[in-house]
């Protein structure tokens, strides 16, 4: 139980244009979804936090215009990077957390590498 | 703000040895402590997942102790295989946050 898949797991996109990275709890009911940033080498940075049906609360220095999320049910989010430029080329994670397994433990996806080219 | 450090940043041994990766944390105020690992260009496997009230977890050959009022965790590896050849990742819960440590980069040599 608790799986989280994300899709595409590898995408190219050329530079000034969106991508969309899809990010699904399967067997439960995500009540808030995270998205993580990876650039080579470093660990994961925490670019924002979403619960169903609200707007995402981003950290500091991440652009919401950029950077685009939708929660728009317990089980989907979305992160779209609009306009994107060679510097979004990184490794994106989402993880899925519930109230109702294993006090609040974040389960994550495999992660999508983007290119921008 | 919740600051997590992994020491060492790399650490390369011999097959069959036991080895102890260290991991601190700046507030004691956390909810629980996770160890990952992850593979080269993959996402992360859950390994050990410390509650605040617990002292540690175990599973296989893998322990893990967690002293939060000091800011610490150690995952202990026993007879250590080429298989475990990974970056680990320590990672603490405050409050829904979830702050990450660099990483120790694992290398066992056959």
């Known amino acids: 139980g608790a799986v989280v898949s994300q899709h595409p797991s590898r995408v190219i996109c050329k530079s000034g244009t969106s991508v969309k990275i899809e990010c699904r709890s399967l067997d439960f009911q995500a009540t808030t979804m995270f998205w993580y940033r990876q650039f080579p080498k470093q660990s994961l940075m925490l670019m924002a936090t979403?619960?169903?049906?609200?707007?995402?609360?981003?950290e500091q220095g991440v652009e919401k215009d950029k950077f685009l999320i939708n929660h728009a049910s317990l089980t989907l989010s979305t992160l779209t990077v609009t306009s994107a430029h060679p510097e979004d080329s990184s490794f994106y994670i989402c993880?899925?957390?519930?109230?109702?397994?294993?006090?609040?433990?974040?389960?994550f996806g495999p992660g999508t590498r983007l290119t921008v080219t | 703000k919740q600051e997590v450090t992994q020491i060492p940043a790399a650490l390369s041994v011999p097959e069959g040895e036991n080895l102890v990766l260290n991991c601190s944390f700046t507030?004691?105020?956390?909810?629980?402590l996770q160890w990952f690992r992850q593979d080269p260009g993959k996402g992360l496997t859950s390994l050990l997942l410390i509650q605040s009230s617990q002292r540690e977890q175990t599973s296989g050959r893998l322990n893990a102790s967690l002293d939060k009022s000091s800011g610490r965790s150690t995952l202990y590896i026993a007879a250590s295989q080429p298989g475990d050849s990974a970056t680990y990742l320590c990672a603490v819960t405050s409050g829904s946050r979830l702050t990450f440590g660099e990483g120790t980069q694992l290398t066992v040599n056959p």
């Open positions: 993880s899925a957390q519930t109230l109702d397994r294993n006090q609040g433990e974040q389960y």
């Open positions: 507030d004691s105020a956390i909810y629980n």
């Open positions: 979403s619960n169903e049906g609200s707007k995402a609360t981003y």
